[in-house]
């Protein structure tokens, strides 16, 4: 093993620490596992809200004969009657790599096989909301927000840290906290503008020593090995991308809060609609433009009075459990409803309001007693020029992700596929 090997596993810098890939060509060994501008015309936005374990299948979806404009609500959709030309409510797609029944997140938005990199049990592509931070996040202070529920595992989501995952398949750490929410969008930071100019700096520095470290072993490696040094590459560079994103926004004041901080200790129901009230924040003051929103399912059972774990709930036969999914779902969907009220009551500087120009899409990768097929998919909103006010029933195994395909173009992002799409939906487009 060599003296590079011996000194640089790794890298410190004022609260930096960047580790060396493992490359077993040198012996290597695993550790433990744009400018800111006010926008010149209204920007379009979206927001991506996951359920985890699904819905109740009886009582969830519109009867698939009845399609078209003129469909009948379902009873687990009936507290969104007054919003019902806004929204589109699909059946028939699914993401056809899917295997796993616990996991109602991972792969929602990216359409990944998780074996697509052999060797590996785990293996992730970007999803849909990044694939939106990239066109749309360039002029806002954050590229992107992700929010998350403080009972992820518990309620059906899978592995992930949101349910973000970046261009490298990597998860993107988000918020499960509504106060630390609120203050990362609208509190100001307290160090002077020297120092928090001398911390990215520093950071820099750092970057550039790993880099040219790392540059040295090149030489020599074997194929696999040089692989991960790209990976590894790639994440420095992205690292630089934020740090410049960072120093844009040095002497830019954060927004003003539209909304008071919300008080300590919410959860369940009272989370939701806090977090959708952060949202409509971070919209109306285009801090973002691409938001996720892992959503709380045990915790939302037991603000509801129910014993019964998400788990168990999501395994309903008639009785309780079922009872339980169902008085969920018509929960979520007056949440829902709630919310699209208030983005319809934001007015927007030209007098539309914010629904007008703000995609929203709810669901999950779960159907329903942890089946993968027919995931439940609403779609909501202006932003993305799709035909709303229909219950849409196309073939079965449709991929999910010719849907985020056709948001994607509606958004005005040029993207010729996303995941195992096979087109766009033209009965989707408007």
Request: glycine residues 8%; contains cysteine; hydrophobic residues 35%.
């Amino acid at each position: 093993m060599n003296s590079f090997t011996n000194r640089r596993h790794f890298l410190r810098g004022t609260g930096a620490l960047i580790a060396l890939p493992t490359l077993a060509s040198i012996g290597f060994r695993p550790f433990a596992s744009a400018s800111p501008k006010a926008p010149t015309v209204i920007p379009k936005r979206v927001v991506f809200m996951g359920i985890g374990f699904g819905v109740t299948k009886q009582t969830w979806y519109p009867d698939l004969k009845d399609t078209g404009a003129n469909y009948k609500l379902s009873e687990g959709l009936a507290p969104l009657a007054r919003h019902k030309k806004d929204f589109t409510v699909v059946q028939g797609c699914s993401n056809q790599y899917s295997n796993e029944a616990h996991w109602g997140s991972t792969f929602w938005l990216t359409g990944a096989n998780r074996y697509s990199v052999p060797g590996q049990n785990m293996a992730n592509s970007i999803s849909a909301d990044q694939v939106v931070a990239e066109h749309l996040g360039q002029d806002t202070r954050f590229s992107s927000i992700q929010l998350d529920s403080t009972d992820g595992s518990a309620s059906g989501h899978g592995p992930g840290l949101s349910m973000a995952w970046d261009k490298r398949g990597k998860p993107v750490s988000g918020f499960n906290d509504p106060v630390k929410t609120f203050h990362k969008l609208f509190s100001a930071d307290d160090l002077p503008l020297e120092q928090r100019q001398a911390a990215i700096a520093e950071k820099r520095s750092v970057l550039d020593a790993v880099l040219t470290e790392a540059k040295r072993v090149q030489n020599g490696l074997s194929k696999n090995d040089n692989d991960k040094l790209d990976e590894y590459f790639q994440g420095i560079r992205d690292i630089e991308t934020r740090l410049s994103k960072d120093e844009d926004w040095l002497d830019v004041p954060k927004a003003k809060a539209p909304i008071e901080e919300p008080p300590a200790g919410l959860k369940g129901k009272e989370e939701i609609e806090m977090m959708y009230n952060l949202i409509i924040a971070a919209l109306q003051t285009d801090s973002t433009r691409a938001l996720t929103y892992r959503m709380p399912g045990q915790a939302l059972l037991k603000s509801m009075d129910f014993t019964h774990s998400a788990h168990n709930v999501s395994h309903y036969s008639p009785g309780e459990r079922m009872e339980a999914s169902k008085a969920r779902d018509k929960m979520h969907s007056t949440l829902l409803a709630g919310f699209m009220d208030k983005l319809k009551a934001t007015k927007e500087a030209d007098g539309s309001s914010l629904f007008d120009h703000t995609s929203l899409a709810f669901g999950s990768n779960i159907s329903s007693i942890h089946y993968l097929d027919n995931c439940p998919t609403l779609l909501a909103g202006g932003g993305a020029n799709l035909k709303l006010g229909q219950h849409l029933a196309l073939p079965k195994d449709t991929p999910l992700c010719n849907v985020w395909l056709t948001l994607l173009q509606g958004l005005g992002i040029q993207a010729e596929r996303h995941g195992d799409s096979s087109g766009v939906l033209k009965e989707l487009q408007a």
